[in-house]
């Protein structure tokens, strides 16, 4: 295909020819391939099973493991569409501050993940105008990653993306509006922060009753079952960010 700038310029160029989502993804497909890169899942952050008006979903992951990330919604709480949510730079899925990021349920997923082939990963995040939320993972065979092919990935991963969006149409945020109380908030950074309801009283100065009833009243909200579940909807509704959690 020549040089890397001849190349950008072809990937370019087909990416502004393309007029269905199909024609990127066979496009991706081979690229990355090119690149290492076996599987890849270029998207919107939405349920992939009902994907809103204008949201991008670009992906060669199994079947299986698609009908099972949707059906479990394991979309709204997965640890990589979380994390890339906060951050702009690109992570391992093995990177300590990522793992740290996530809790048990989070983990499971990840581990379940792997048995479907998609074990050593990178995620790219994308960011941009009208508050959309995207990224692109990409899996390897092998864990040795090379992060210059991971930058070379970035760049083709946006330009498709914007050919995404520009085929689809504006996107809908879905996402639900919670708005939290100043104490629900403050409670659930300290729940994610692995901080008991005994120790968020004495920092709060407040009693563990009320702590409880605030996180309770959080979950009602989230409409979450478990602690570990509001936070996670939490952060993907935007109520709380992971600068909330790390940034103190």
Not at 108 to 127: F, N, R, S
Not at 209 to 237: D, F, W
Request: hydrophobic share 40%; aromatic share 10%; glycine share 6%.
């Amino acid at each position: 295909m020549g040089s890397g700038s001849k190349l950008d310029w072809w990937f370019s160029d087909q990416c502004a020819r393309a007029r269905i989502l199909e024609d990127l993804a066979d496009l991706l497909e081979v690229e990355f391939q090119r690149l290492g890169f076996r599987y890849f899942a270029l998207v919107s952050h939405v349920n992939p099973a009902a994907p809103p008006k204008g949201a991008v979903m670009l992906h060669n992951y199994p079947k299986p493991w698609i009908i099972r990330f949707a059906s479990s919604k394991y979309w709204r709480r997965d640890a990589v569409y979380l994390f890339a949510r906060e951050t702009a730079q690109p992570f391992l899925w093995t990177d300590p501050k990522f793992l740290k990021s996530i809790d048990p349920d989070q983990r499971l997923i990840l581990e379940e993940a792997a048995q479907h082939g998609l074990k050593y990963g990178v995620t790219i995040p994308l960011h941009g105008p009208n508050r959309f939320s995207a990224s692109c993972s990409l899996v390897s065979e092998y864990d040795d990653i090379d992060f210059d092919r991971v930058q070379r990935a970035g760049a083709l991963a946006a330009c498709a993306y914007e050919a995404g969006r520009r085929i689809q149409g504006p996107m809908e945020d879905l996402r639900p509006m919670i708005k939290l109380a100043r104490r629900e908030r403050q409670c659930l950074v300290w729940v994610a922060r692995g901080k008991d309801d005994e120790a968020i009283a004495i920092i709060l100065g407040i009693s563990s009753e009320t702590v409880n009833g605030y996180i309770e009243g959080a979950k009602r909200k989230l409409n979450a079952v478990k602690r570990t579940q509001a936070v996670a909807y939490a952060i993907y509704t935007g109520a709380i960010n992971l600068e909330d959690i790390f940034g103190a």
